[in-house]
Every structure is written in C-alpha cells, then in structure tokens.
C-alpha cells in the first residue's frame, strides 16, 4: 500500500521517451528556467497546465489552487506572482478557469464542506456581485458555466491590482494578465476577451 511503483515506472518511461526526443534536455532543463509565461489555474487533475497549451517542462511557471482565485492576503500565491514577474520577468501571467469547476459549483450552491467554504468565499463575493445576472439565467449548469467565467475574470482584475503587476508597470516592465476558461468537454481553451496590460487598463475596470 506504501508502494507507488507505477508511478515511478511511468516517470521511467517519460524521462526515457524525452531523451530519445531530445537528448539534451534535461541537462538544458538543470541549469536554468526561463518560462515566458505564469499560469494560475484550479487545483483539478483534469486541468494539467503544460498539457492543454503544448508546453514541455520550463516553459510555464504555474500556481494553482481550488477554483483559481488570487488574494491578496495570500502570501502563497502572491509569493509566486513576485517570482515569475521580478525574478523570471515572464512576459504573460494567465488565469484559467474552467467549466464544471468542483469549487466553483459548491460556491454556487453554498454547501458546507468545512475548512474550504472560508476559501471559496472569495467566489461566493463574484456570485453576489453578479447575482442578477446569474439569477437571470435559467439552469443550474448555465449559472454553473456563467460563474466559472466571471470568477476568472474577477481574478484577472485582482490580479492586475496587485503591487508587484502595478510595480513593474511603473518601471516599464511589459506584463499582460489574461483570462481563459478551458472546456473540459472538448478540451480547448476559449479566450474569456479580457486582457489588462498597463495601469491605465486596470483603472478601466
């Protein structure tokens, strides 16, 4: 039971499978990372970033938590921000949601599921700033897709309000934060059209 032999068999065959596809790439991979991009995505293990935008390993730098969300007070996710965009300088930060999110339907239904339901407050705030817009919708699962989208797109705005993307603005430093919901039906990522990209965008908001 303590024993996880598949899985290092399946490490085995990926580490193998890479070096006969490129025989110097873990030597490459050792001595530096320098993604262009920082992803901030749902914990869900059916949402594997690197997979879903055809990214081999050291091309995105990720963060990810239940349902996606950036917090101010959380120091975690802050503290990953401030890596890739001072220290990695990643041109692009993304924020994906995605449809039938866990998270995201829990907080739509408010059911009590312990510890986490201090967590997806956060949510439960984007459904109440959106309320009539949701209630306007007919079904459950058209609130449930509905609220997916506007959840990224609230986190793209807190993300743009955060010191470290406001700073390196104001040092000249190009950073566009984006907002994305990828479709688990099909698995294709849809653009959710918005982009923010200086401080002057953000005050747009």
Known sequence: MRSLQQLFENNRTWAADMTRQDPEFFRRLSTQQSPHYLWIGCSDSRVPANQVVGLVPGEMFVHRNVANVVVHTDLNCLSAIQFAVDV????????????????????????????????????????????????????????????????????????????????????????????????????????????????????RK
């Open 88 to 203: 990695l300088r990643v041109d692009h930060i993304i924020v994906c949601g995605h449809y039938s999110c866990g998270g995201i339907l829990a907080a739509l239904q408010d059911n009590k599921l312990g510890l986490i339901e201090n967590w997806l407050r956060h949510v439960q705030d984007v459904r109440a700033k959106h309320r009539a817009e949701l209630d306007a919708l007919e079904t459950e699962e058209k609130q449930h897709a509905r609220l997916c989208e506007l959840n990224a797109i609230e986190q793209v705005t807190n993300l743009s309000r955060t010191t470290v993307v406001r700073d390196a603005w104001s040092r000249g430093q190009a950073v566009a934060v984006h907002g994305w919901i990828y479709d688990l039906s099909d698995g294709l990522l849809r653009d959710l059209d918005v982009t923010v990209a200086s401080e002057l965008e953000v005050e």
